[in-house]
């Protein structure tokens, strides 16, 4: 059983800061890459960032310079750090992470997620 964990979140005025985390646990063999969605209301889930296993990450434009991924490979948590937020970012944020389990008598890899945290910018 593997359970993602979110942490941090809530309410910041424009320009604030927040920082979310992440941690996975239970029979993981490996986790490949890890990342953060975001869904507001009335819209779909989207991609904020992901980080592959070797460092890479990939941001969508409207975050890119305002936001910053990272990643514990030894502790499997990956944390979101957000910076000069914007009421456009509002939204529950969900952790993600691509991981591979050991069932006893194979592996198998397939995408997990958090229960999602609600960031709210507002003044």
């Known amino acids: 059983q593997v359970q993602l964990v979110e942490s941090g979140g809530g309410l910041v005025q424009p320009g604030g800061s927040l920082r979310l985390s992440c941690a996975a646990s239970?029979?993981?063999?490996?986790?490949?890459?890890m990342g953060w969605y975001r869904q507001a209301p009335g819209k779909q889930r989207d991609l904020v960032v992901s980080i592959t296993s070797d460092g890479s990450t990939n941001y969508v434009d409207s975050v890119k310079g305002r936001f910053t991924i990272s990643r514990d490979s030894a502790k499997n948590t990956v944390s979101l750090q957000m910076n000069s937020l914007k009421p456009e970012d509002t939204a529950v944020y969900y952790c993600n992470a691509l991981i591979t389990v050991y069932n006893g008598r194979r592996f198998e890899q397939d995408a997990y997620w958090g229960q999602g945290t609600q960031v709210t910018v507002s003044s």
């Open positions: 239970g029979s993981i063999f490996s986790i490949n890459r």
